[in-house]
């Protein structure tokens, strides 16, 4: 348990004021919200003709939408989680035919009962886990889009943290590349393949959040401090 009355939390991501996770424990915590992954867009050609186009995150939908000239011929559009769909629908007016749970399995499981059979463009970032199209396997005829690279960030400082929360593999890497576990340090994971990116840093003592959704991850931490 965190045994300070306001424990530092960071959170592996830049922070909105209105968004639940900073209305949830800004009162409660010291708050530090960082992103520690650089992204630059990777430049494609046409996009190839499929029957859906599958995006695991915000970032795949802003690198790949951004290079498209035509938004109104675009196959049916899948995405990994609720917040990637809000974020089509609020910035492109644009409304995902499929909406996975966050979790690649259950997401993949999901999917497959629309695109078994079909062509699935998969647009991601340079080094993407590819954790959907990997248990689609064969099922599907997947096309990889790279619209987007993402690296680990060298040149940060943070201070001690009392709890860590990670939203995604490459920030795992990032931090533990600058910074050693600490034994009494907490740590909350956004889901599973994260938390298969802490057990390849030999860290065994976390938390999966319910759910990848802010709330969720607040939830978690709310829980370590009470």
Known sequence: MAAKKNPTVFISRALNPAGAFHQLLHSKTNLIGLSLIEFEPLVFGPLPSADWLFFYSKKGIQYCLSQLDDLDTLPPIGVMGQASADFLSLNYKI????????????????????????????????????????????????????????????????PWIDILVFTSPLNVAAYFAQYPYCQGQQIVSIGNVTAKALLEHHIDHFIIAESPHEQSLAKACLGLIS
């Open 95 to 158: 409304q995902a035919q499929f909406i996975g749970t966050g979790d690649p399995i259950e997401t993949a499981q999901k999917f497959s009962r629309q695109a078994k059979g079909k062509k699935v463009i998969f647009a991601q970032a340079q080094y993407s886990k590819q954790s959907v199209q990997q248990l689609l396997g064969e099922s599907i005829q997947s096309y990889n889009l790279l619209t987007y690279t993402n690296c680990v960030k060298t040149d940060f400082e943070l």
